[in-house]
């Protein structure tokens, strides 16, 4: 069964301090690899996707790092702001003709000044 | 303008109504997505449909079903509303695969009484 697991399931931390967040999986065939953001009682915004043959990929303060071959993924945030306050998401796609994605459960990251 | 709107955004039912939730997209994209999403908890896929004549269900399809009526159009109905379906509801569509980043609506959330 395709899983994806995140830790830690929440994490505080003080502005302007850097951060970094885990994603584990078992999907397979690999596709790509997507992080997204998911503020309080609004959808997911996407933030990076990787495939396999990608290993690190930056969007502004964001950083995701892929490993294939141990199936792990982190995400990086530089310098954090209040408004990194949010849900972080791993998303892990088969290539398996069926298009579905597995989401993981997230983490609770939490800014304070 | 957003790419992918949901309407209501609020919904408060009680128990066995029929509810419809509608989803519209502006993007082109053949792949479109319902998800539920409760407290605390990751997505779960509820149907999918990869263009107008194909529709699937997803992990959690009992208790509701779906109308593509076009390509940008894409409902999910509650048959008949039980409380634990209160929940967040999403719907999202997708780039065609390798990348299948998804792109979320604001979300509908759903009371049932």
């Known amino acids: 069964k395709n899983q994806v697991e995140q830790s830690p399931q929440s994490l505080i931390i003080l502005e302007g301090k850097n951060c970094t967040l885990q994603?584990?999986?078992?999907?397979?065939?690999?596709?790509?690899l997507r992080w997204y953001k998911q503020d309080t009682g609004r959808g997911p915004v996407s933030l990076t996707i990787?495939?396999?043959?990608?290993n690190t990929k930056s969007n502004g303060r964001y950083t995701a790092t892929l490993d294939a071959d141990t199936k792990q993924s982190s995400l990086h945030i530089t310098a954090s702001q209040l408004s990194d306050s949010a849900s972080y998401i791993c998303?892990?796609?088969?290539?398996?003709?069926?298009?579905?994605?597995?989401f993981g459960d997230g983490t609770t990251l939490t800014v304070k000044p | 303008d957003a790419d992918v709107t949901q309407t209501p955004r609020n919904r408060i039912t009680k128990t066995g109504k029929r509810i419809m939730l509608e989803c519209s997209q502006t993007?082109?994209?053949?792949?479109m997505y319902w998800y539920r999403q409760d407290p605390g908890l990751g997505l779960q896929l509820i149907y999918y449909?990869?263009?107008?004549?194909?529709?699937n269900k997803g992990e959690i399809s009992d208790g509701y079903s779906v109308s593509r009526q076009a390509q940008a159009k894409f409902s999910l109905s509650l048959e008949s509303a039980i409380p634990n379906q209160t929940a967040l509801y999403f719907c999202?569509?997708?780039?065609?695969?390798?990348?299948?980043?998804?792109?979320f609506g604001p979300g509908t959330r759903l009371t049932v009484l």
């Open positions: 999202a569509t997708s780039d065609p695969p390798p990348t299948d980043t998804q792109y």
């Open positions: 994603c584990n999986y078992t999907v397979s065939p690999f596709s790509n």
């Open positions: 990787m495939t396999f043959s990608e």
């Open positions: 998303v892990v796609s088969a290539t398996n003709g069926a298009g579905k994605s597995t």
């Open positions: 993007k082109g994209h053949d792949r």
């Open positions: 449909s990869f263009d107008v004549k194909d529709i």
